[in-house]
């Protein structure tokens, strides 16, 4: 990832150097009067042949991300300023030149960005809308460091302390409120900021702010459908521009299958080299991202997640996240053969905001007076700490709910969203671009009825319109069915490059319906089995019913997988076996690309964790009890308990004050 380090030491940062020169990145430190300034460019987004400054030297730019929607400005200012680049930092200086500080409030991408104005002994940092360019700073006597690689500020900090109300607020939600971090002195700069840099001085200035989204919108909903499809198209559209290859994680869901159907839509799969899926061997993510991929006729790339990958990354998983998120979630040394010479696409917060999933019923006609404590359930059920006894000084961290939020999950969204799920666990080692953040839907998206986000509805009506191929007939892996079901007419068609065994699901049942959807297309036909006779011959959704005893017949004659998809599982497994049939397996419902729960189980993994939460070390911390910790420990291994969520939080906390607070290399081994 590109670096921006900005400091008032006047001090090159030598690890910063280091891992610009390790990585072959472009370096630039420059010296200004005040402060200075070290840049390590990846040159995924943009090249520079130097630090790019206005025609007289005068203003000097530097830049993380990008923006869009600039052309029509950027047209009128080539008639008054000689471009020699058509980078979006070089329009920048020259759209402050023009119209100063306030023309930067109206930017619409992902981005940090930091002129200097040299003539007039200005330092303006400004960030994204939302915060998603993560930016960080640290202050120490009056003196400031900035950077978007929170470790490379841990030195500058006088003294290294745990943020109390930062640890409350991760233990109580899973993440932490706001623009804190688990480190006092070290704090996010946050969305919508513009900060005047000056000696001895951090004047911030918020020139958005969340609760500026009205409702607005007068139209009737079909209306509503079209214009969202039609924002959609527009908004990968103008990605699509920039670069002339990107990355694209692609899962069961319905949010990176959206960029992907926009992208084929509009006649621009050329420009995805690849697409990667990673998750449990057989998981519902890797069966149907590879259906989408072959619709779209894209290469196609798949990491298996297994307990021994999983773990191996956890370490790595502290400092992506500066302990931001429970490194149970951690995944990132899978893609680490993936050539990250190229932009990512991610479908990151789309449920969220254009789904609406994060607007549960219970808050819609909700009292603000009544919401806080509301929201406090929210939080905490989805990924906070279950077992407040484990802790020896809990804390219950208070919610401070902003009354002029016009849409109850705003606050969600903007804490949950941007503070937990836009967090890296696969590490920053990516340029991610998110195509559901753009300001344009956004402003759109917020500004109809709530209702009509319920339940992803407009979110739904909007792709199955515009998409029919990507949505109607293949399965969510949230569910296993189609967000609209096609009608089946007669048995499975054959399709080329199909798995040659037959499929057989033992149980004519919803499950086996629904079994179907997610398995039908890599096979070349199907058959339902049934002990019940009077299914025996008839045809459900178009494929027949047959008797166990053809079943046993239909094994000697060809190759089959049967899946048990019946309540009665264990009786059906050793009817199977009696008749001679070992290919088969239970198909499971909700087969998640994950799964904590038994992989902290597993020899080894187990063992380092007991050794990393009972420990001396962590002992002398005094957070948590130990004697319960290991009680848990011991109910969670037996299959008694699942406490992987607990687990995690306890093991992030522990190995980030390892990394962040034991200073020396001892014990930080």
């Known amino acids: 990832m590109s670096l921006l380090y900005i400091s008032q030491e006047k001090v090159e940062n030598k690890d910063l150097q280091r891992y610009a020169l390790e990585n072959n990145y472009q370096y630039f430190f420059k010296e ?73 409030e109206d930017l619409n991408g992902r981005f940090v960005v930091f002129l200097v104005n040299t003539a007039l002994n200005e330092y303006i940092l400004i960030t994204d809308r939302y915060g998603s360019y993560r930016y960080f700073y640290a202050l120490n006597k009056e003196k400031y460091v900035f950077c978007n690689d929170p470790v490379y500020l841990v030195d500058f900090l006088p003294k290294r302390k745990l943020n109390s109300e930062a640890v409350d607020e991760f233990f109580n939600f899973g993440y932490v409120l706001g623009n804190k971090t688990l480190l006092q002195g070290i704090n996010l700069l946050g969305g919508a900021s513009i900060v005047n840099l000056k000696t001895g001085d951090l004047n911030i200035k918020k020139y958005w702010d969340w609760s500026y989204l009205q409702k607005s919108y007068t139209k009737s909903f079909e209306e509503a459908v079209t214009e969202l499809g039609e924002l959609w198209l527009e908004t990968i559209k103008k990605i699509l521009s920039k670069h002339p290859k990107f990355l694209l994680p692609l899962s069961g869901g319905l949010d990176s299958r959206g960029i992907l159907a926009a992208v084929d839509y509009l006649g621009a799969k050329d420009k995805i080299d690849s697409a990667y899926t990673f998750g449990q061997k057989g998981c519902l993510d890797i069966i149907i991202a590879k259906q989408l991929a072959k619709i779209a006729g894209i290469n196609h790339v798949v990491f298996e997640l297994n307990a021994d990958n999983w773990w191996q990354n ?67 059920k989805q990924k906070g700490i279950r077992n407040t006894r484990l802790l020896k000084n809990y804390k219950k961290s208070e919610i401070n709910f902003v009354s002029g939020y016009n849409s109850k999950d705003l606050y969600l969204v903007a804490t949950r969203g941007l503070y937990f799920i836009d967090v890296k666990v696969l590490g920053e080692r990516f340029n991610y671009i998110e195509p559901f953040m753009d300001n344009k839907i956004i402003d759109f998206i917020y500004s109809l009825p709530d209702e009509w986000r319920l339940n992803r509805r407009i979110y739904k009506q909007m792709l199955l319109r515009f998409f029919p191929e990507y949505f109607s007939g293949i399965p969510w892996q949230k569910d296993c069915s189609p967000i609209e079901k096609r009608t089946s007419t007669g048995i499975i068609t054959k399709r080329e490059n199909k798995n040659r065994k037959q499929l057989v699901l033992f149980g004519a049942s919803s499950l086996g319906i629904k079994a179907i959807e997610v398995l039908k297309y890599e096979h070349d036909s199907i058959y339902f089995c049934d002990n019940d006779k009077g299914k025996w011959g008839k045809f459900i959704k ?102 992987a969520q607990d687990i995690g939080l306890l093991v992030t906390f522990e190995l980030f004050c390892r990394r962040f607070l034991d200073i020396s290399d001892e014990t930080r081994k």
């Open 542 to 643: 178009g494929i027949e019913v047959i008797s166990p005893f053809m079943l046993k017949k239909l094994s000697r004659i060809s190759e089959i997988k049967v899946f048990i998809t019946s309540m009665y599982w264990r009786e059906i497994s050793s009817q199977l076996l009696d008749l001679g049939i070992t290919n088969f397996e239970v198909f499971q419902q909700f087969r998640d690309y994950r799964n904590y729960d038994r992989w902290l189980r597993t020899p080894g993994i187990y063992e380092r964790v007991y050794e990393i939460l009972l420990s001396p070390r962590c002992k002398k911390r005094n957070h948590y009890h130990s004697k319960r910790v290991k009680k848990t420990l011991s109910q969670h291994k037996k299959g008694k308990i699942d406490a």
């Open 32 to 104: 200004f009067n005040d402060l200075t300034v070290q840049y390590a460019n990846d040159r995924v987004l943009a090249e520079y042949e130097s630090v790019t400054t206005n025609e007289d030297g005068t203003v000097y730019g530097f830049m993380l991300g990008e923006i869009y929607d600039i052309e029509e400005k950027r047209a009128e200012l080539k008639v008054k300023h000689r471009f020699i680049s058509d980078s979006d930092i070089e329009y920048l200086i020259h759209l402050y030149e023009e119209y100063g500080i306030e023309a930067l």
């Open 314 to 380: 956890i370490d790595s998983a502290v400092d992506n996240t500066f302990g931001a998120r429970n490194i149970i979630e951690a995944h990132s040394g899978l893609l680490s053969e993936i050539d990250s010479s190229y932009p990512v696409l991610s479908g990151v917060l789309g449920g969220e905001t254009c789904g609406g999933d994060l607007l549960k019923k219970e808050l819609i006609n909700i009292t603000t007076k009544e919401i806080s404590d509301s929201l406090f359930k929210l939080l905490r």
